[in-house]
């Protein structure tokens, strides 16, 4: 069965500090990935997906992701984060089934 | 351009009791999916609608059943509530684009739930 894994919970970094969510999965067959974003108070909204091509993908507001199949991981980053991007992250997974797997979700915390 | 709907925003119940969660998808969208968010947690997978019939469904008892209409829009409905079936519902709708693998290429948007409380 398909699942998915967050290692961070809760993530505090202060403005101008990068970013690093990870995310591993584990599904026998191919799969696409996405993360979503929520930010407080708001509902689920996409930030970034990877369908296939190259696994190093852009999304909004200055995200990227990294699908590395090997290590069946697609950890999330941001150079330089703002107090803005506060707010809960999740991974979520894809595949034939099409019953998309989230993960629990990583709070990012980010300090004035 | 609506966005996905979902109505009511807030719903308290007590046990045994029977719900109705509604969810209009977004112009132009013709699939539903429904998902459990317990608090905490990432949301689970409860089942999807693509042509009024449920696709594909996640590990949930029968006591979750749903409905789509010929408008796309799509209803939720849980029996005999336990207290553990206190969460937020989350409806998502999508745009079908093909079947298989190609049908999980299709990005889901997301409404901002319904809260359900049992008491």
């Known amino acids: 069965a398909q699942s998915v894994s967050q290692h961070n919970h809760h993530v505090i970094l202060s403005e101008a500090a990068s970013l690093e969510l990870g995310c591993n999965y584990s599904?026998?067959?191919?799969?696409?990935l996405f993360w979503y974003v929520q930010y407080p108070g708001q509902h689920l909204q996409l930030l970034l997906k990877y369908f296939s091509g190259d696994p190093l993908v852009k999304g909004i507001k200055g995200f990227e992701a990294e699908f590395i199949k090997s290590k069946f991981s697609f950890n999330l980053r941001k150079p330089s984060v703002q107090w803005s991007d506060t707010a809960e992250y999740f991974c979520?997974?894809?595949?034939?089934?099409?019953?998309?797997?989230f993960g629990a979700g990583t709070r990012l915390t980010v300090k004035p | 351009d609506a966005g996905v709907t979902q109505s009511p925003t807030h719903l308290i119940k007590t046990r045994g009791q029977q719900v109705t969660l509604r969810c209009s998808p977004k112009?132009?969208?013709?699939?539903v999916s429904w998902y459990q968010q317990a608090l905490g947690q990432g949301p689970q997978f409860i089942f999807q609608y693509y042509e009024e019939e449920e696709r594909q469904r996640g590990n949930f008892p029968d006591r979750f059943s749903g409905h789509q209409f010929p408008n796309y829009s799509s209803e939720l409905n849980v029996n005999a509530l336990l207290l553990g079936d206190s969460a937020l519902y989350l409806c998502?709708?999508?745009?079908?684009?093909?079947?298989?693998?190609?049908?999980?290429?299709?990005?889901?948007?997301f409404g901002a739930g319904t809260r359900l409380s049992v008491l």
């Open positions: 998502a709708s999508s745009l079908v684009t093909g079947t298989g693998l190609r049908l999980a290429k299709n990005i889901q948007y």
């Open positions: 112009s132009g969208h013709d699939t």
């Open positions: 599904y026998g067959g191919t799969v696409n």
């Open positions: 979520a997974v894809n595949g034939n089934n099409n019953d998309m797997r």
